[in-house]
């Protein structure tokens, strides 16, 4: 076992969070002075976010410390949720099995597509330049 804190990084869409792990009696801090509660605001995002503790039944045995910045509610709490689920791995890597089977370390790679310079949506397409081309 290696020295804690164990630490994770989490990426989804432009969200990012660092996830510090340490033992305790399940207090999660979020950006120095929020409750994860109070913070995602809605109990399916703080469900989504603690996925990993939840399946490893884990939640009352360690301190979560999270940075997260960038993007939405939603995109910040899938960033939590691979982060801890890293942070875990890291503190045991017998955890690698459960935790890969219920996909929870692999990285949604979906970004946003770009809006386009003609159009006002990222998919639309001008039908004049259509009937040129055809």
């Known amino acids: ?9 989490g ?20 950006n120095s002075k929020f409750d994860l509660n109070s913070y995602l605001k809605r ?6 976010a603690m996925k990993p503790l939840e ?3 884990l939640q009352d045995k ?16 899938g960033a939590i949720q691979l982060g801890v689920a890293r942070a875990l791995l890291e503190s045991d890597d017998k955890l690698r099995s459960q935790l890969k089977t219920h996909g929870l370390l692999t990285r949604d790679a979906r ?8 159009s ?6 001008i039908p004049i330049l259509k009937k040129i081309i055809i």
């Open 1 to 9: 076992m290696k020295n804690e804190p164990f630490s994770g990084i």
């Open 55 to 57: 399946i490893l039944n």
């Open 11 to 30: 990426r989804r869409k432009n969200s990012t969070a660092r996830v510090y792990l340490s033992s305790g009696s399940g207090n999660f801090i979020v």
């Open 120 to 125: 006002t949506w990222s998919k639309e397409e």
């Open 111 to 118: 970004e946003v597509e770009r809006k386009k310079i003609w």
């Open 43 to 48: 109990e399916s995002l703080v469900i989504h």
């Open 62 to 77: 360690y301190d979560l410390r999270i940075n997260v910045s960038g993007g939405g509610l939603t995109g910040q709490a």
